[in-house]
């Protein structure tokens, strides 16, 4: 079974980590300038100094170091630099980008979503930057593509695949990563991949989504 979402977000322990992840997750073809489309002409602007050995990191205008990933298109007509956070609900925030992606993980794993005040209890940031982060998540989630459903709308979730416990005896045994998110739900130790269906009691209408 392929590897969780969030055991993917829990290996990650740096920003260039979270940059590379969000690279996979947006480009995985590679690249595209969000400036011009430009698939084909672009390069990586490599650090020439690093703050901690091993760590990628940048020296910015200011002084200080960053470890935000940066591409320059190399189309003549644009030449511009730009991030995999270019033209994201991500651009220009000073929130790391960890925080963002673990935020934005339980506001959708969550039946309930999360409200501003627990990321802000439990990442630490301001009320006010928890109420922006929240909202900017929210419009992201707003569909262009789908019509919204209308009538007696009701939800629920349900967890496909096998557990551990079931695999062959003569696999070796690994103990799976604790959910630590959540509510502490019964199956919080699983490798099953979450999915979340809005149905359209009127019409029975089914709408899924994989939260895995």
């Known amino acids: 079974m392929a590897e969780s979402t969030f055991r993917k977000l829990a290996k990650i322990q740096t920003e260039s980590e979270a940059y590379a992840y969000m690279e996979a997750l947006r480009w995985p073809n590679g690249p595209v300038c969000p400036h011009c489309a430009n698939t084909e002409k672009h390069y990586y602007l490599k650090p020439r100094k690093t703050l901690t050995e091993g760590v990628e990191s940048r020296k910015t205008r200011t002084g200080s170091y960053s470890e935000r990933r940066v591409w320059k298109c190399a189309n003549k007509e644009c030449r511009k630099q730009f991030s995999v956070l270019t033209g994201t609900i991500f651009h220009g925030s000073h929130v790391p980008l960890v925080t963002w992606l673990m935020v934005v993980y339980e506001m959708c794993a969550?039946?309930?979503?999360?409200?501003?005040?627990?990321?802000?209890?439990?990442?630490?940031?301001a009320p006010k930057t928890a109420w922006f982060m929240a909202h900017r998540i929210r419009e992201a989630m707003k569909s262009n593509n789908l019509i919204p459903m209308v009538g007696t709308i009701v939800s629920d979730e349900t967890w496909i695949g096998g557990d551990r416990q079931n695999d062959n005896h003569r696999k070796p045994k690994v103990d799976p990563v604790p959910f630590q998110l959540g509510s502490g739900r019964p199956?919080?130790?699983?490798?099953?991949t979450p999915v979340l269906s809005l149905i359209n009691a009127d019409t029975g209408e089914v709408r899924s989504w994989s939260l895995g």
């Not at 627990?118 to 630490?124: A, F, H, Q, V």
């Not at 199956?187 to 099953?192: P, S």
């Open 110 to 125: 969550n039946k309930n979503g999360m409200a501003a005040r627990e990321i802000e209890r439990r990442y630490g940031v």
């Open 187 to 192: 199956n919080q130790h699983t490798d099953k």
